[in-house]
């Protein structure tokens, strides 16, 4: 089973245990929950719900695991040519790192993997 959802202006595609980078948050601290109402599709191994623009009722839950996680430095630098002008700086965004934990969708049909190996295995001749 996987959800797609929207935080902010990204879309993200995460399943129950998945680890997902989202922005920023100064209010959250380790341990809380987060729940994302922007589910824009949903599936749940047979059959997909597509919300328009999201489903009604669907939510996303995630428990936070790293208040404040760090992505890679960018360096930039501006220089003007013949003029002993430069300037350097840098940047290093934040983030917020948090776990998957539920995937809640009413109405849809959920096909364990299990189910779904039996279905599409070639029957014996």
Do not use: W
């Not at 009604?56 to 930039?76: M, R, T, Y």
């Not at 776990?99 to 279905?119: C, G």
């Amino acid at each position: 089973m996987f959800a797609v959802i929207e935080d902010g202006s990204h879309q993200h595609r995460v399943q129950e245990g998945d680890l997902l980078s989202v922005d920023y948050r100064s209010d959250t601290e380790v341990g809380a929950t987060l729940k994302f109402d922007q589910v824009l599709l949903a599936n749940g191994g047979g059959a997909s719900i597509i919300g328009a623009p999201i489903i009604e009722g669907a939510s996303v839950e995630g428990e936070v695991i790293l208040d404040v996680d760090k992505g890679p430095k960018l360096e930039v630098q501006k220089i003007r040519r013949r003029k002993n002008s430069r300037r350097h700086t840098g940047h290093r965004q934040k983030f917020t790192r948090i776990k998957i934990t539920a995937i809640n969708v009413p109405n849809l049909e959920i096909v364990k993997e299990e189910e779904a190996a039996e279905e599409t295995a070639p029957a014996p001749a």
